[in-house]
């Protein structure tokens, strides 16, 4: 089994957080002088999470470059509206090719 195929062990779900929560650990870090390690561990969050919480959170304010949340978003949506489009195009290739076949007989 490859690192990629492992599983995670009993009891480790994946927390989830909701906007709020990110908000308040984000605003706690940027409003104050605490490092986010230490915020990290007094919410009991990974600093990892919260590190990328804050960093996507200081694109969203224009402190520094990258993609907003909003245009994240939108690439997502519009990554997979042109998956289903290029779907939708190849059943249309197949059943034309389908339908110049059946009627040529």
């Known amino acids: 089994m490859s690192l990629m195929e ?8 994946r927390r989830r957080f909701t906007k709020e929560f990110k908000a308040d ?3 706690l870090v940027l409003d104050g002088e605490r490092p986010i390690a230490h915020v990290a561990h ?26 907003t949340t909003e245009e994240r978003s939108e690439l997502v949506r519009l990554r997979r509206e042109n998956s289903k489009l290029r779907m939708e195009r190849e059943l249309l290739k197949r059943a034309t090719a389908f339908w ?3 009627s040529g007989q």
């Open 25 to 27: 650990a984000v605003a």
């Open 100 to 102: 110049v076949q059946e």
């Open 42 to 67: 007094d919410l009991g969050i990974g600093a990892t999470s919260l590190g990328n919480w804050v960093r996507q959170a200081r694109i969203d304010r224009g402190e520094k470059p990258g993609l």
């Open 6 to 13: 492992k599983e995670r062990p009993p009891g480790r779900a």
